[in-house]
């Protein structure tokens, strides 16, 4: 059973940056996964933001979101990343990693398996 682990979040000033990681606990090799970023606000429903595929393939899916967060993959760490630049208030909200094992991403959260615990990121003054 894959167990992912993610950082944690933080309080950051808009305009600011926060990278989020997302590990596999154990031996679990996380290059056999697409790994997706959601987001869920309060009152909100869960949204795909960004994803990266088995082959590296990176999408956002989000207008909001632009070119302004990057996911990656560090393989000798066994762990992605999600950098967030330029953070907006509406950002502000909790961000999961999930692992699919399918080749490509996808925003649809019924398509994941393994989901981390969240991590919450608020962007304030």
């Known amino acids: 059973q894959l167990q992912l682990v993610e950082s944690a979040g933080g309080l950051v000033q808009p305009g600011g940056s926060l990278r989020l990681a997302c590990a596999a606990s154990?031996?679990?090799?996380?290059?056999?996964?697409?790994i997706g970023w959601f987001r869920q606000a309060p009152g909100k429903e869960r949204e795909g933001a960004s994803c990266?595929?088995?082959?590296?393939?990176?999408?956002n899916y989000l207008d909001s979101i632009g070119g302004r967060f990057t996911v990656s993959r560090d393989t000798a760490k066994n762990t992605v990343y999600l950098q967030m630049n330029r953070l907006k208030p509406e950002d502000t909200a909790a961000y999961y990693c999930a692992a699919r094992r399918g080749a490509a991403c996808s925003g649809l959260a019924s398509r994941y398996d393994y989901w981390g615990q969240g991590t919450q990121v608020t962007v304030a003054s």
């Open positions: 990266i595929s088995r082959s590296n393939a990176t999408v």
């Open positions: 154990g031996f679990t090799s996380l290059e056999d996964y697409t």
